[in-house]
Nanobody, 124 residues
Framework: QVQLVESGGGLVQAGGSLRLSCAAS????????MGWFRQAPGKEREFVAT????????YYADSVKGRFTISRDNVKNTLYLQMNSLKVEDTALYYC?????????????????WGQGTQVTVSS
């Protein structure tokens, strides 16, 4: 079992920055990949970023590449998402998820545990 708690969401103007955090407990944090996903109202959940168990490999959705950075601290059992140059279309509920293996994946089906989400709202 893995418990995930996101924080750091909020309201920000376009062009601004936010850093999301995801605190994990339960299984050994350094043994599984982690990912960020988001879901906007009326839209399906979509992949944002993922990192392998060691943090050596990261992948991003094209829509956030160059603006968002995923990282993890395997000592603090925490996943991060640094979001810069935010756009109105980044507005969504952001979820962190724990993967079923060490390898990073972009598919939601490869993640076993999910947090409750943290809301990010970007105003124009």
């Amino acid at each position: 079992q893995v418990q995930l708690v996101e924080s750091g969401g909020g309201l920000v103007q376009a062009g601004g920055s936010l850093r999301l955090s995801c605190a994990a407990s339960g299984r050994t944090f350094s043994s599984y990949a982690m990912g960020w996903f988001r879901q906007a109202p009326g839209k399906e959940r979509e992949f944002v970023a993922t990192t392998s168990a060691s943090g050596s490999y990261t992948y991003y959705a094209d829509s956030v590449k160059g603006r968002f950075t995923i990282s993890r601290d395997n000592v603090k059992n925490t996943l991060y998402l640094q979001m810069n140059s935010l756009k109105v279309e980044d507005t969504a509920l952001y979820y962190c998820a724990a993967g079923s293996s060490r390898a990073a994946h972009t598919a939601a089906a490869r993640y076993d545990y999910w947090g409750q989400g943290t809301q990010v709202t970007v105003s124009s």
